[in-house]
């Protein structure tokens, strides 16, 4: 939180939300009148600005500290110090992520009102990593946490971005001389690039660098077993951040020479974690047709082709909000043990939905939201959802769907009516965006170091299309008239009560990234700004898409 916001609020030494650390260290939340550096000494005032994120007066203890210490002391021994803790607290679950980076924040504006005042060192920093998301993937919010975390606690980062293939990260890691190459990636075929990665690094020898991993659809197991089985050198998972840490600290502690691999789980093989390949069977199973009855009605064509919507209502979109999904998963505030579920929840709206509230003020006129939707005649064909041209006979496109090898043995295409039956179902798409001059926001708030904006505003971003889908599925069940089974409360909105489900491209039931390009075709979206990257991801990355299904039995549900 940034220092003019918290001055409009009076005259404080820290902000509110610290006080939330309270809860974890045992001790009472500090009073707005007591000075919170007082009776310390010149290296517990520094230590106590990075525990606790305050920025006030930090520029007049770091004067002071140089009265007694070098710079490059009061970075390493002290500031570094403060971060430690900060770790251990977060490792312990006793530090959300929100104050971690405030602490970042702080660190960063030290070092910045130090370095003019020191000499640089060759080799003075503690080890170097080449950061990347790989090529096809849009996705840079761990990446960059990680970048936070490690810049902070002493460590040359080279951040290259998003979309990165493997000549421009190993060309970018030779020339800045970076001892370990860093790969994110949120997708499941961002795995299966980071495999053909290792494969090449092989290939080229250059294996004896080590590669660390992280990403929301890697898996220890996949990498500790499957990836380091692949790599002639040392790979490496990290869940989150603080594992970066950890393992970039025994990395540079030992010349890269690093502990053994674990032992395989008991019992398991590589091939029982395996990620799933993309020609494997679980994409193309073809067994017979699960026992999902037609639906007894089929929906009126509320028009043929797609049409687009530019103008809302940002405020009523933002209704639309999980605050769950917002609070608890993108920006991560986690409970304490000690809380119960209650307690928590009230804290969480006492203490976090302001900063929702003023969020939503502050971001009305970042936020572009568009939409392109239509609806296609359609019918099934053993796995295959066919798509029409208004002709009714002339078939447009092709979907594909994976089906279930057990249990109910489900695929999407049964929900809709077979083209032995002889009758014309209905299919609905939509494709949402609230367009790229957020993430051109956020990319602004990261490079100026406002670590805990850059989070809430990425949350915000994502969240917000999430909510424009959720507002615009709506509007498409009132078109297609099966608002019938419509939630009385908005909270039930999040648990798909209601009639028909959305089914977004790349997740467990139509998880082929490449069935978007069919629907790009169906709905040409350019024109609401929307695009598709090389490995099919949307483009700007605040945006989402859906087949929209009718069936009243159509549900979530996994491949297995």
């Known amino acids: 939180m940034s220092e003019d916001r918290k001055e409009t609020r009076g005259e404080i030494t820290y902000d509110p939300l610290v006080a939330f650390m309270a809860l974890f260290e045992n001790v009472r939340a500090t009073d707005d009148s007591v000075d919170a550096f007082e009776g310390l000494g010149v290296e517990d005032r520094l230590k106590r600005h990075i525990v606790q994120g305050i920025k006030k007066r930090l520029e007049t203890h770091l004067a002071s500290a140089m009265e007694q210490y070098s710079p490059l002391h009061i970075i390493n021994e002290i500031l570094l110090d403060g971060m430690k803790t900060v770790g251990e607290l977060f490792g312990a679950g006793k530090m959300q992520l929100p104050f971690v980076l405030q602490s970042a924040e702080v660190m960063k504006a030290a070092v910045a009102y130090l370095e003019p005042h020191m000499d640089r060192v060759e080799g003075q920093e503690k080890g170097s990593i080449l950061l990347a998301t790989v090529a096809g993937d849009v996705h840079d919010i761990g990446k960059n946490l990680v970048d936070i975390i490690l810049t902070n606690n002493g460590y040359r980062v080279v951040n290259i971005g998003?979309?990165?293939?493997?000549?421009?990260?190993?060309?970018?890691?030779?020339?800045?001389?970076?001892?370990?190459?860093?790969?994110?990636?949120?997708?499941?075929?961002?795995?299966?690039?980071?495999?053909?990665?290792?494969?090449?690094?092989?290939?080229?020898?250059?294996?004896?660098?080590?590669?660390?991993?992280?990403?929301?659809?890697?898996?220890?197991?996949?990498?500790?077993?499957?990836?380091?089985?692949?790599?002639?050198?040392?790979?490496?998972?990290?869940?989150?951040?603080?594992?970066?840490?950890?393992?970039?600290?025994?990395?540079?502690?030992?010349?890269?020479?690093?502990?053994?691999?674990?032992?395989?789980?008991?019992?398991?093989?590589?091939?029982?974690?395996?990620?799933?390949?993309?020609?494997?069977?679980?994409?193309?199973?073809?067994?017979?047709?699960?026992?999902?009855?037609?639906?007894?009605?089929?929906?009126?064509?509320?028009?043929?082709?797609?049409?687009?919507?530019?103008?809302?209502?940002?405020?009523?979109?933002?209704?639309?909000?999980?605050?769950?999904?917002?609070?608890?998963?993108?920006?991560?505030?986690?409970?304490?043990?000690?809380?119960?579920?209650?307690?928590?929840?009230?804290?969480?709206?006492?203490?976090?939905?302001?900063?929702?509230?003023?969020?939503?003020?502050?971001l009305a006129g970042v936020m572009k939201p568009a939409v392109k939707w239509g609806y296609f005649w359609a019918q099934s064909e053993r796995n295959d959802l066919i798509i029409y041209h208004e002709d009714q006979r002339t078939e447009r496109a092709r979907f594909t769907f994976p089906r279930q090898r057990d249990g109910q043995r489900l695929c999407l295409s049964d929900f809709f009516r077979s083209v032995d039956s002889g009758e014309m179902d209905v299919a609905g798409f939509h494709i949402v965006t609230v367009g790229g001059e957020v993430s051109e926001y956020e990319r602004s708030l990261f490079a100026r170091g406002d670590y805990q904006d850059y989070l809430y505003v990425h949350g915000m971003g994502v969240e917000t299309a999430e909510a424009l889908a959720e507002y615009w599925h709506q509007i498409i069940r009132r078109e297609m008239g099966i608002d019938d089974e419509e939630p009385d409360e908005f909270r039930l909105l999040f648990s798909a009560r209601y009639h028909g489900s959305r089914y977004s491209f790349g997740y467990p039931a139509c998880p082929n990234l490449e069935d978007q390009a069919i629907l790009m075709d169906l709905l040409e979206p350019a024109d609401i700004g929307i695009t598709l990257s090389e490995e099919f991801m949307l483009e700007p990355e605040q945006s989402t898409s859906a087949i929209i299904v009718h069936h009243p039995s159509a549900k979530y549900f996994n491949i297995r």
């Open 162 to 362: 998003i979309k990165q293939p493997i000549n421009t990260i190993l060309e970018s890691a030779e020339k800045e001389n970076c001892d370990v190459i860093g790969l994110s990636g949120l997708l499941v075929k961002s795995t299966l690039v980071m495999r053909d990665n290792l494969v090449e690094m092989n290939r080229r020898g250059v294996s004896s660098i080590p590669v660390i991993l992280g990403g929301a659809a890697l898996t220890r197991s996949y990498v500790e077993e499957d990836l380091r089985e692949i790599y002639d050198g040392r790979v490496f998972y990290a869940k989150d951040a603080f594992e970066g840490l950890s393992l970039m600290e025994t990395i540079a502690s030992s010349g890269a020479s690093v502990p053994p691999s674990p032992e395989p789980l008991a019992g398991a093989t590589a091939a029982s974690h395996r990620r799933p390949e993309r020609d494997e069977a679980l994409y193309v199973f073809t067994g017979e047709r699960s026992d999902t009855p037609p639906t007894t009605t089929i929906p009126t064509l509320p028009f043929y082709g797609a049409k687009k919507r530019t103008q809302f209502d940002i405020f009523e979109l933002y209704r639309y909000i999980n605050p769950i999904a917002l609070f608890r998963g993108q920006w991560q505030y986690k409970k304490p043990e000690e809380m119960t579920n209650p307690e928590f929840t009230l804290w969480l709206e006492e203490h976090v939905r302001p900063i929702f509230e003023q969020k939503q003020r502050e």
